[in-house]
């Protein structure tokens, strides 16, 4: 059996500064953060053998439920209706790993004897003529800028994640994107100080 004699960490502060480091042979393995486009770099590298295995990990999406807007029921479950959980999936997970999946748990993990698929009375697609038939009924209408208001209260709210991850930054696009369809404004600051409501990590 084949032994190392000895290991050398090295830090690297980004993904893209590991990569360049992993091609230029200054340093022999990487465990980076997952960026867009990462795996095809790594595997553009003569000689490198890319492994990504599905983990303890998720990326979760939380909302401040005594931010005026966010603190009614029907607003919070019309959010969730409408998230495009699948298609972040689709665009962003499986950059990574072809056999990665919409968890419909925020506790456990698939292959845990404790999950529960509790989550899947939102549909993964998301379903946007669903969520407005809530917010409709709730009395939530648009005005004249397109934003849902009631009661003087407009759904419009900040989504922030870490500054420079680039696929927390695509989900928060594909979010934006979709949340829109139901008249709910969202604007993107990536600092946790600042926003206003929900929180990408």
Request: charged share 25%; aromatic share 6%; proline share 3%.
């Amino acid at each position: 059996m084949a032994t190392v004699p000895k290991v050398v960490f090295v830090p690297v502060l980004d993904s893209n500064a590991e990569v360049n480091a992993f091609r230029a042979g200054e340093v022999d393995v990487i465990y980076p953060q997952n960026q867009i486009g990462l795996r095809k770099k790594i595997e553009a590298v003569e000689g490198a053998k890319y492994t990504s295995t599905l983990g303890p990990q998720w990326e979760h999406f939380d909302m401040l439920s005594t931010v005026p807007g966010l603190d009614a029921v029907e607003v919070r479950k019309a959010i969730a209706t409408a998230l495009p959980r699948q298609q972040i999936v689709d665009r962003v997970v499986k950059d990574a790993n072809d056999d990665a999946k919409v968890l419909d748990n925020t506790q456990w993990m698939t292959d845990q004897k404790a999950y529960e698929a509790n989550w899947s009375m939102y549909p993964a697609k998301g379903d946007v003529a669903a969520a407005n038939a809530i917010l409709d009924a709730a009395g939530w209408k648009a005005g004249a800028d397109g934003v849902r208001a009631k009661d003087g209260v407009k759904l419009a709210f900040t989504l922030g994640t870490t500054s420079g991850n680039q696929a927390r930054e695509l989900s928060q696009v594909i979010i934006q994107e979709q949340l829109k369809q139901i008249r709910v404004k969202i604007a993107i600051k990536n600092s946790f100080r600042k926003n206003r409501g929900v929180l990408l990590a």
